[in-house]
C-alpha cells in the first residue's frame, strides 16, 4: 500500500497548509454545502490537522466533496478505498474515483491510474494503458510516473523496450531522489545504453548516489571505475579508498581485491601482512557463506 499512501500526501500533505483559518469556521462552511471546505475538513480530519485524526470521518467529507466534482476530492476517496482508511476496501470503487480524477488532468491521479492498470488492481491489467497514463503523469513531473514509465521502457510491458527512453524518465525521477532510481539509471549507463558519454554519466550517478549511502556493492563498484578509469580518470588511490570501505563493508570480492592491492602495492605500499589479513577474512566468509555458518 505505500504506493497510495505516497500519492494521498503528495496531493494532499501541502493543502493542509492552507487550513489556517478557524476549524469551526471550516466545519460551517462544510456543512453548508461548500465542496472546498468539505475536502479541506477531511483533509483535517486525515492528518489530524486542528481536530483529532479520524479515518472514518475524513472519508465521509471527501466523498461529500467528491460528490460535489471535486477533483482532489476525488482522488482522495479513491485512495481510501483502495487502503481501506475509514472505509472498507474495494478497488474498483477505488478505481472509479481515481480515473474520475485522472481524466480531468490531476497528476498524482493520472499516475495512479496507470499504478492501477499496470499491477491490474480495481480494473483488468493492461500495460498500454499504463503507459498511457503514467507517460501523461510523468510529463507533469510526478516522480513515480516517471519512474514506473522508465520501468516499463525498460523491460518492454506495453511498449516496444527502449533503454534510452528509459534512461531519460530514470534521469527525471533521479533528479527527485525517487527511491532507487539514481540505481536503475546507472544500471543502464553502465550497460552501454547511454553510449561512451554514459559512462562518464553512471561515474558522476554514483558519486552523487554514494555520498548518502553506504551499500558496499556501490563502493565495490565506484573501486573499480577508479582502478580501470571507466568513465572516470584511473586513479589507484581512490581505488584503493573505495575498495577498501567496501571490503570493510563485508563485500567479499572487495576483500580479495583488497588483498591483491596490498600484494601488489596498488594505491598503497606493499604490506604483505595486511594481504594477508584480507585474503584470510574473505576466504572466511566465502565458507560462512557457502556452509551457511
Known amino acids: 500500500m505505500k504506493m497510495f499512501v505516497k500519492c494521498l500526501f503528495a496531493v494532499l500533505f501541502v493543502t493542509v497548509l492552507c487550513v489556517a483559518q478557524d476549524i469551526q469556521e471550516l466545519e460551517r462552511n462544510a456543512n453548508s454545502g461548500n465542496a472546498q471546505a468539505q475536502y479541506l475538513l477531511g483533509l483535517s480530519y486525515y492528518n489530524g490537522e486542528g481536530v483529532s485524526k479520524d479515518a472514518e470521518k475524513a472519508f465521509s467529507w471527501f466523498l461529500k466533496s467528491a460528490r460535489q466534482e471535486y477533483t482532489q476530492a476525488e482522488f482522495s476517496v479513491g485512495i481510501l478505498y483502495d487502503t481501506g482508511e475509514g472505509v472498507?476496501?474495494?478497488?474498483?470503487?477505488?478505481?472509479?474515483?481515481?480515473?474520475?480524477?485522472?481524466?480531468?488532468?490531476?497528476?498524482?491521479?493520472?499516475?495512479?491510474?496507470?499504478?492501477?492498470?499496470?499491477?491490474?488492481?480495481?480494473?483488468?491489467?493492461?500495460?498500454?494503458?499504463?503507459?498511457?497514463?503514467?507517460?501523461?503523469?510523468?510529463?507533469?513531473?510526478?516522480?513515480?510516473?516517471?519512474?514506473?514509465?522508465?520501468?516499463?521502457?525498460?523491460?518492454?510491458?506495453?511498449?516496444?523496450?527502449?533503454?534510452?527512453?528509459?534512461?531519460?524518465?530514470?534521469?527525471?525521477?533521479?533528479?527527485?531522489?525517487?527511491?532507487?532510481?539514481?540505481?536503475?539509471?546507472?544500471n543502464l549507463l553502465d550497460s552501454g545504453y547511454g553510449g561512451e558519454e554514459g559512462y562518464t554519466e553512471?561515474?558522476?550517478?554514483?558519486?552523487?548516489?554514494?555520498?548518502?549511502?553506504?551499500?558496499?556493492?556501490?563502493?565495490?563498484?565506484?573501486?573499480?571505475?577508479?582502478?580501470?578509469?571507466?568513465g572516470i580518470k584511473a586513479d589507484p588511490q581512490m581505488a584503493f579508498y573505495w575498495m577498501k570501505k567496501s571490503a570493510n563493508n563485508e563485500n567479499i570480492d572487495a576483500m580479495y581485491d583488497?588483498?591483491?592491492?596490498?600484494?601488489?602495492?596498488?594505491?598503497?605500499?606493499?604490506?604483505?601482512?595486511?594481504?594477508?589479513?584480507?585474503?584470510?577474512?574473505?576466504?572466511?566468509?566465502d565458507d560462512w557463506y557457502y556452509w551457511g555458518w
Do not use: C, H, P
Not at 128 to 150: C, M, N, T
Not at 260 to 268: A, E, L, Q
Not at 269 to 281: A, H, K, M, N, R
Open 88 to 186: 472498507e476496501a474495494d478497488l474498483e470503487e477505488a478505481f472509479r474515483w481515481v480515473e474520475k480524477a485522472a481524466k480531468k488532468g490531476l497528476g498524482e491521479a493520472e499516475g495512479q491510474l496507470g499504478y492501477m492498470y499496470s499491477n491490474g488492481r480495481g480494473v483488468d491489467r493492461n500495460y498500454e494503458k499504463a503507459v498511457e497514463w503514467y507517460r501523461k503523469s510523468a510529463e507533469k513531473g510526478i516522480d513515480f510516473a516517471q519512474y514506473s514509465l522508465a520501468y516499463l521502457y525498460s523491460n518492454g510491458y506495453g511498449v516496444e523496450q527502449n533503454n534510452q527512453l528509459a534512461i531519460y524518465w530514470y534521469r527525471k525521477s533521479a533528479a527527485q531522489n525517487y527511491e532507487n532510481s539514481a540505481e536503475l539509471l546507472l
Open 202 to 230: 553512471a561515474a558522476e550517478v554514483l558519486k552523487k548516489i554514494l555520498e548518502n549511502s553506504e551499500d558496499a556493492d556501490l563502493q565495490y563498484k565506484m573501486a573499480n571505475k577508479y582502478l580501470v578509469g571507466k
Open 258 to 285: 583488497l588483498a591483491d592491492m596490498y600484494y601488489r602495492g596498488i594505491g598503497t605500499e606493499v604490506d604483505s601482512s595486511w594481504g594477508d589479513y584480507w585474503y584470510d577474512l574473505a576466504e572466511e566468509y
